[in-house]
């Protein structure tokens, strides 16, 4: 994948160690996601987003992208290549700068992104997000995604596994 073709609108790029700051900054901002997830958004936690992978991938498939307006990060997704099959873009984060949310611009990005990920040959796109977040749940149902499989049990939520064909 060529990252900086994802957008025409925005600058995208890689995510390094040095973006912390920047990211832990718009975690802090979304208490919503942090609620449903039980965790304080930590400079730690958000350090480990940059290695967590499913089973079976490796840090060649994970892309961990910065979405960047007027110099500002607005938008940070993590995405992982061929998960959990071939034909399958998931997206294991999607987060927005506060200050835009509620603007179109999330929906924007992540039609960019889909539309990217089927130019490169993705039949899908796959997420997770966590039961009882509304807020979550209308973005994604907003987008079409759909509900595809049973909830998955965690130790401190479920998760709602979403779909949408490209």
């Known amino acids: 994948m060529k990252i900086e073709d994802i957008s025409i609108k925005y600058k995208v790029k890689k995510l390094e160690e040095e973006d912390i700051n920047e990211i832990y900054g718009i975690c802090k901002e979304n208490e919503t996601y942090y609620k449903y997830y039980k965790e304080t958004p930590t400079l730690e936690n958000v350090k480990?987003?940059?290695t967590e992978l499913p089973e079976g991938k490796t840090l060649r498939d994970k892309y961990f992208l910065g979405f960047y307006y007027n110099k500002e990060l607005i938008a940070v997704a993590d995405l992982i290549a061929g998960y959990p099959d071939v034909e399958t873009l998931f997206i294991g984060w999607f987060i927005m700068n506060k200050k835009y949310q509620k603007r179109g611009i999330g929906s924007?990005?992540?039609n960019e992104v889909l539309s990217f990920a089927k130019n490169e040959g993705f039949k899908r796109s796959k997420l997770g997000y966590i039961k009882g977040n509304k807020e979550s749940e209308g973005f994604w149902i907003k987008n079409?995604?759909?509900k595809k499989e049973p909830e998955i049990e965690q130790e401190k939520y479920t998760v709602i596994?979403?779909?949408k064909e490209l």
């Open 161 to 163: 596994i979403m779909e």
């Open 144 to 146: 079409n995604f759909i």
């Open 108 to 110: 924007e990005i992540l």
């Open 48 to 50: 480990l987003s940059f």
